[in-house]
């Protein structure tokens, strides 16, 4: 593919995966007790850490994703976003391994679902896509629609 699809097809990888995360972190921001209760329902982290994470990740969600769309500082936005989707993958995969049934708390909510085994291969499908995508904006030089566009122009090779 050429420079200029590479370029339009990042612009659509950050736009997705930017919109995903503002999302994910708006419908949690104003639910604090909701995330805390997400987080903790992995059993994953050590007590001490459960209410630091849950009362960061939507913060760091809402700054990713924008980062994402405006095209600031987007591969860095995409590094912290494929970290993030890496980290929920092991999350979901660990629950479900384990028999535990979750609603992820992806998007709000979480704590105990009945129908959740059913639901985590969809999960880790899509936050798989949302990774790759993620990857993609780190492996492309530049994304049209950018504002690192005017903060770090190209320069010439002449």
Known sequence: MKGAVHEWAGLVAR?????????AGALKVT?????????????LLPGSLVEP???TL?????????????GV????????SGLLF?????GIVSVWSRGIEIDCGCFGGGGFDPDASAKYPWEIARDSGLLL???YV?????????????????????
Do not use: C, Q
Request: glycine residues 4%.
């Open 86 to 90: 890496v980290a929920f993958i092991i």
């Open 133 to 135: 995508l993620s990857a």
């Open 58 to 70: 939507p913060a760091l969600e809402l700054v990713v994703g924008l980062a994402l769309i405006l």
């Open 15 to 23: 736009l997705v995966t930017g919109a995903v995360w503002l999302v």
């Open 31 to 43: 639910s604090p007790d909701t995330s805390i209760a997400a987080v903790r329902a992995y059993e």
């Open 73 to 80: 500082l987007t591969r860095g936005a995409a590094v912290v």
């Open 138 to 158: 780190v492996l492309v030089p530049r994304t049209r629609v950018a504002v690192d566009r005017i903060l770090f122009p190209e320069r010439s090779h002449a």
């Open 53 to 55: 994470v849950a009362l």
